[in-house]
């Protein structure tokens, strides 16, 4: 004698509820949104903004750097121009102070290098 089992008589399986699925997906987005701002400003100063706007390198011996620096106005800031060879091994650095007062300031520096420079940047800024 054979039994058979229908089909009203198997375990049904669990279903998941659709809501649970999209708080755990919105939950990882946003998650990830945020792990993607905190990734995108490490190593960079709130409030100030450094950028180089333009380079020449005038000769085998010099480079002139054109950069702007932006920052709160009642702060001072250093920052660090230099140029670098072909390898990114700095030729020569220099530091400049943007004095407290000024919100925002434009500046050419000219680089005596002791070998061809192929590009100069303006860096590294932080109050003073």
Do not use: W
């Amino acid at each position: 004698m054979t039994t058979s089992v229908s089909e009203a008589a198997a375990p049904a399986e669990p279903r998941r509820g659709r809501l649970g699925l999209v708080i755990i997906g919105v939950v990882t987005a946003v998650t990830a949104c945020g792990f993607g701002i905190l990734a995108s400003h490490v190593g960079q100063t709130p409030g100030i903004a450094a950028q180089t706007i333009t380079y020449d390198v005038r000769s085998d011996t010099s480079v002139e750097i054109n950069y702007s620096v932006a920052k709160p106005s009642g702060d001072a800031v250093r920052c660090t121009v230099d140029a670098y060879d072909t390898d990114f091994a700095v030729l020569v650095q220099k530091e400049i102070t943007v004095p407290a007062g000024e919100s925002s300031v434009t500046r050419n520096e000219t680089l005596q290098t002791p070998r061809r420079a192929t590009g100069a940047r303006v860096r590294d800024c932080r109050k003073a």
